[in-house]
């Protein structure tokens, strides 16, 4: 049984903001409207006769809002800890990636071996997910691919993930691919102008380069991972820019070197564990004139200056002047560690 707060509809507003604010509404139930009233559930014990007196015509009922069913998403934490009550909540995961129809968790040691029962308890609860993936490392190697294993529904990696009206197939197991950086891809898209020509040295699947050629833009597009190119021709496709781009299956200084000097009015440098040793081949590609330089780098505060030095001083050395350089942190990766974008503009 559940307590309601019936108010006028007029009233519904300040109602949900006057529970929410102190902590009464029950979100373990719908919000019902009915007959220009709306019912709001409460928590168990809440005194309201000081907000039933600054609402005239307002009414406790029982029993009106029902339980939320399965379409409505779960808090993960809440649904695991409710599950496995054995544990300290604070060890359950609050926050997951969702790629295509997959999801992809981040279990602490203590939870592993539960790995399987929470694989299923989430297969269960989130109705578009078809399979649980979860982390097993960090993104590794060359081809900067994370170490996942299934714990849950159908053991599929391959799947098409939709970012900024562009869809991306790809496989979990064998590319890259951060779903947590699509408006820094939107970011960038939305500088280019028609008429540019753009290098994206280290494509991966596309997401950077597709959004970009979608605007008639001819983007040449890089990378030595094979499966990565396999996933970039087919969403080149997919997407309808094949005339827009140019594939390189290779590593990006061979290919600039061979393929590309003196190209491009714009550089993408999406490769943050490794992009300052390769800046030097950007400013290669870069038309005499100049252009921009999109370079992203991992710091932390202590050695970021280091960083933007080593960047400085890289472009000065490939004869190119900085006049702009805007800086910015895009997301955080650890606790006091950043993925940062420098925005250079060279000359
Ligand atoms: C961090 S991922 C970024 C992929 C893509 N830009 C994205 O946003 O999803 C870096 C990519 O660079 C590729 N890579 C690593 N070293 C490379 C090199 N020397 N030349 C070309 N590609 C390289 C990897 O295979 C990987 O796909």
């Given amino acids: 049984m559940v307590n309601c707060l019936s108010v006028r509809k007029a009233d519904a507003e300040k109602t949900r903001e006057f529970l929410i604010k102190n902590g009464l509404l029950n979100e373990m139930y719908k919000v019902k409207n009915m007959n220009d009233r709306v019912y709001f559930p409460l928590k168990p014990g809440a005194t309201l006769n000081n907000l ?44 997951y990636d969702v790629i295509g129809d997959l999801m992809l968790i981040k279990l602490k040691n203590e939870l592993w071996n539960e790995r399987f029962n ?43 993930h939709v970012e900024n009206g562009c869809r991306y197939h790809l496989d979990l197991t064998k590319v890259y691919f951060n779903n947590r950086l699509s408006s820094e891809r939107r970011r960038i898209a939305e500088q280019v102008t028609p008429g540019e020509s753009v290098v994206d040295m280290f494509a991966g699947v596309g997401p950077f380069t597709v959004l970009i050629a ?17 996933y970039l021709k087919k969403n080149i496709t997919e ?58 780098f991992f710091s932390d505060v202590k050695e970021f200056n280091i960083k933007l030095k080593k960047i400085e001083d890289t472009v000065k050395e490939s004869a190119y002047n900085i006049k702009a350089n805007n800086v910015r942190r895009v997301r955080e990766i650890a606790p006091f560690k950043y993925i940062y974008v420098s925005d250079l503009t060279l000359h």
């Avoid at 307002?58 to 379409?71: A, D, Y």
């Avoid at 078809?130 to 799947?159: H, L, M, Q, S």
């Avoid at 979608?214 to 396999?230: Q, R």
């Fill in 52 to 95: 039933i007196k600054e609402l005239p015509g307002s009414e406790l009922t029982e029993n009106v809002c029902k339980l939320k069913t399965k379409s409505c998403t779960p808090q993960l934490k809440d649904l695991l800890s409710s599950r496995l009550p054995g544990y300290d909540k604070k060890i359950f995961p609050r926050s």
């Fill in 118 to 160: 929470i694989g299923s308890i989430i297969k269960d609860n989130f109705n578009r997910i078809r399979g649980v993936y979860a982390k097993k490392g960090g993104v590794e190697g060359e081809f900067r691919v994370r170490d996942i294993e299934c714990v849950g529904g159908e053991c599929n990696p391959v799947t098409v």
């Fill in 214 to 230: 979608k605007k008639n833009v001819k983007v040449n597009a890089i990378d030595v991972n094979p499966d990565a190119i396999f």
């Fill in 239 to 296: 997407n309808n820019v094949k005339e827009n781009v140019n594939v390189f299956l290779g590593k990006a200084e061979e290919i600039v070197e061979t393929y590309l000097v003196n190209k491009a009015d714009r550089v993408i440098m999406n490769l943050p564990s490794n992009s300052i040793n390769y800046l030097k081949y950007a400013c290669i590609s870069l038309k005499d004139t100049g252009g921009i330089i999109h370079i992203y």
